[in-house]
């Protein structure tokens, strides 16, 4: 079975500058987390979504991220415009039905830096 | 947001010895707790779900338990092996929400 796939794994870019990160996740899986971790600190949900809906983005920063998922599948992640403080690891996860006793299954993640 | 504690936040041990880590959490409203293992330039990878109090379970030399009561989670490693070197995470979910409360972590490193 194919894993939680996201890309790029890296990326560096200045700080105003756009960016996007792709999610691809178990196929079949329900939910689609996305998960922002900076240094020294444990990943910190950012958005949930359960198919194409979004069931919990309250700890997004809405005035500069966004993220789709679109047809309930794949999902994306933008920083527009991308500050310093956000300088992190991006991890992607997936789950079946996303349940508190569901595993979430984590993609590699993209290791994001704001010069 | 919930407070989830772990200890120590980084180890050191000789390969053979055997380990333990903490993992703190509120003790109301619980629902659910994982343990990760994240390897370096790797995806994080599940270890255990553990839901009731008491719970104990165990994945080769890897074994954790659970107090509810008290808000606490253990994760025992024996023998150490250094491809058990990585940071390992637990994560809190309470009854109230579907969220999860990721903890810092603890890096362990096992010395060949």
């Known amino acids: 079975e194919a894993g939680v796939a996201q890309s790029p794994r890296y990326k560096i870019i200045e700080k105003r500058q756009s960016v996007a990160f792709w999610c691809n996740p178990i196929?079949?899986?329900?939910?689609l987390y996305w998960y922002q971790q900076i240094l020294g600190q444990g990943p910190k949900l950012l958005i949930q979504f359960q198919n194409n809906g979004v069931v919990d983005d309250s700890q997004l920063p809405k005035d500069r991220f966004s993220a789709e998922r679109l047809k309930g599948v794949d999902s994306t992640l933008k920083i527009q415009p991308a500050k310093l403080e956000d300088s992190a690891v991006y991890l992607c996860?997936?789950?079946?039905w996303g349940a508190g006793a569901d595993t979430q299954y984590f993609g590699p993640g993209t290791r994001l830096t704001v010069l | 947001i919930l407070n989830v504690e772990q200890s120590p936040q980084s180890l050191h041990v000789q390969e053979g010895d055997s380990t333990n880590f903490t993992c703190s959490f509120p003790s109301s409203n619980f629902y659910a707790l994982h343990w990760y293992r994240w390897e370096t330039a790797k995806s994080p990878e599940a270890l255990f779900v553990m839901t009731l109090n008491g719970d104990e379970k165990k994945k080769g030399r890897i074994s954790a338990t659970l107090n509810t009561k008290e808000g606490y989670s253990y994760l025992y490693i024996k023998g150490s092996q250094p491809e058990d070197s990585a940071t390992y995470l637990c994560a809190f979910m309470t009854n109230t929400g579907n969220q999860f409360y990721f903890g810092t972590g603890t890096s362990l490193t096992v010395i060949p």
């Open positions: 196929s079949g899986h329900a939910t």
């Open positions: 996860a997936s789950s079946f």
